[in-house]
Each structure stands twice: as C-alpha cells, then as structure tokens.
C-alpha cells in the first residue's frame, strides 16, 4: 500500500503516538480520521494536519459509536483501508495494594479501552474494508494494533495493563488468519518506552534513569520511530499476523 493511498483511522490520533503516526500519513499524502476521547486535542490536531484529517470524539470501548463514527469518517474520507489502534491507558496499580486489593472496575476499565477498544475498531474496519476493491496481492486494508512489551515481561503494578496487552498480542495472528480471506493483513507493534505526554513532567532523575535502562540507543523511543514502523508495515504487504517490538533491545525489570 502506497502511503498516499491510504485512508486510515487512528485511534488516540490526538496526541501522543497516534499523532505521529497521522503526522507521518498526511505528510505523504494519506487521509487520517482521528478517534479520540479528548476533543479540545482533536480541534488542534486537526487544525495542525489541515484539510487531509478529520476529528471524531470517540470512546473505543464503546461498540456503537465506533461503528457509527468509522461510517462517518468512511464517507469523509472515501472509504477506508487502514485502522491503527493507539488509544490506551495504563491502569498502573498492585492487586494487592497498601489499601487493599485492586478494585475490579481498575481492572475492567483497563481491558475495556486497551483490548476490548482495539477489537471494536478492528472489526468495525474490517467490515468495511472486505468490500474495498482488491489492489496487489488481493490486499483490501490493513489493521495495526499497539501493544507493548508489558505484554511480555510487565513489571509489578502493571497486571491490568500487561493483561490488556497481552490480549491484543494473542487476537493478532488468529485475526490475521480469518481476514486473510477478505484480503486484510493484521500487525501488531509493541513498543517500548517512549517520549509521550505521558512522561511530560517526569523528574529529571527519573527520565535519565529509564533512559539508560535501554540498552542502545540509550534514550527513550521518539514518536516518530513509531510512526515509521508502522509506514513500513502498511507498505511491506508480507507482514501480516505478527508483533514487531520497537524498544532498543529493553527488557522490563520486576520493577
């Protein structure tokens, strides 16, 4: 897929990850419709990246309002082949903590917006993209899905959120396998640590001290790298039903 073809909705395309992947597209000429709950973020990303985005206020973890929306942005933006899920939210706690343990709906609200809100924009792309008209190779849209290295070795307090993530890693090949009848591919990127809103006001002390626990480069992830990967994998129509980890080699301590 040529960037400049592409008609992608990106969820928490307002900021953070997500931005940079949309920055990246419409730099090339694509289309982008944002999915984002915060709406004064959405105004001034869309203001940014001009007349090739559009704005959509929307909670992921909500199944009718995504379907709703990706109609809308569908018939915006000319159709769509191409979904990257980068809406997410951390969910940090013990399950057992010093007031005691996690409460269900922390867990719940976790998984809803970080695995169940990936599911509800996948399928809601899918459904629209089997009816794409087939390009090379048969290929009728891709879907990029965000995990994170949590998924793999998650430190302490971070249960919810590597479960999460965790579940995003393993719907990635067995989606992969059902759409490859409709011609649709599905990647998943896991990144590492990276520099986003997120860490905005980390004291000093401890933004050095994530950065020199990766081992090269010795700095956090920057936005753009992730944009990038994902670029590569809507353009390589072999990657399909894998997990690329973007990290510089990290490998998450207990703690």
Same mark, same amino acid.
């Given at each position: 897929?040529?960037?400049?073809?592409?008609?992608?909705?990106?969820?928490?395309?307002?900021?953070?990850? !997500?931005?940079?992947?949309? =920055?990246?597209?419409?730099?090339?000429?694509?289309?982008?419709?944002?999915?984002?709950?915060?709406?004064?973020?959405?105004?001034?990303? &869309?203001?940014?990246? !001009?007349?090739?985005?559009?704005?959509?206020?929307?909670?992921? @973890?909500?199944?009718?309002? %995504?379907?709703?929306?990706?109609?809308?942005?569908?018939?915006?933006?000319?159709?769509?082949?191409?979904?990257?899920?980068?809406? /997410?939210?951390?969910?940090?706690?013990?399950?057992? !903590?010093? $007031?005691?343990?996690?409460?269900?709906?922390?867990?719940?609200?976790?998984?809803?917006? #970080?695995?169940?809100?990936?599911?509800?924009?996948?399928?809601?792309? @899918? $459904?629209?993209?089997?009816?794409?008209?087939?390009?090379?190779?048969?290929?009728?849209?891709?879907?990029? #899905? =965000? @995990?994170?290295? @949590?998924?793999?070795? /998650?430190?302490? /307090?971070?249960?919810?959120?590597?479960?999460?993530?965790? !579940?995003?890693?393993?719907? =990635?090949?067995?989606?992969?396998?059902?759409?490859?009848?409709?011609? %649709?591919?599905?990647?998943? &990127?896991?990144?590492?640590?990276?520099?986003?809103?997120?860490?905005? /006001?980390?004291?000093?002390?401890?933004?050095?001290?994530?950065?020199?626990?990766?081992?090269?480069?010795?700095?956090?992830?920057?936005?753009?790298?992730?944009?990038? =990967?994902?670029?590569?994998?809507?353009?390589?129509?072999?990657? #399909?039903?894998?997990?690329?980890?973007?990290?510089?080699?990290?490998?998450?301590?207990?703690?």
């Amino acid at each position: 897929m040529q960037l400049s073809d592409v008609r992608a909705v990106i969820t928490g395309g307002a900021s953070g990850l !997500g931005f940079a992947v949309a =920055t990246h597209l419409v730099k090339h000429g694509g289309r982008v419709a944002l999915f984002d709950v915060n709406a004064t973020r959405g105004a001034e990303a &869309v203001a940014a990246l !001009g007349e090739r985005a559009h704005f959509y206020p929307t909670d992921v @973890a909500h199944e009718e309002t %995504v379907k709703a929306n990706m109609a809308e942005a569908a018939e915006a933006m000319g159709g769509i082949n191409a979904a990257i899920n980068c809406a /997410g939210i951390l969910g940090a706690g013990r399950v057992l !903590g010093k $007031e005691g343990a996690m409460p269900l709906s922390q867990f719940e609200t976790t998984v809803r917006v #970080n695995l169940i809100g990936s599911f509800n924009v996948a399928k809601a792309a @899918a $459904e629209r993209m089997q009816h794409n008209i087939a390009g090379e190779d048969g290929e009728r849209g891709v879907i990029i #899905n =965000t @995990a994170s290295i @949590a998924a793999f070795e /998650g430190q302490i /307090g971070q249960a919810a959120y590597s479960a999460s993530k965790g !579940g995003v890693v393993a719907m =990635t090949l067995p989606m992969a396998r059902e759409f490859a009848r409709i011609g %649709v591919r599905v990647m998943t &990127v896991a990144p590492g640590v990276f520099h986003t809103p997120m860490v905005d /006001g980390m004291p000093q002390a401890v933004y050095d001290s994530l950065c020199a626990q990766v081992p090269y480069p010795s700095r956090l992830g920057k936005p753009e790298e992730f944009a990038e =990967t994902c670029a590569f994998i809507l353009h390589n129509r072999y990657l #399909n039903g894998g997990v690329i980890r973007v990290d510089g080699a990290i490998r998450l301590q207990p703690k």
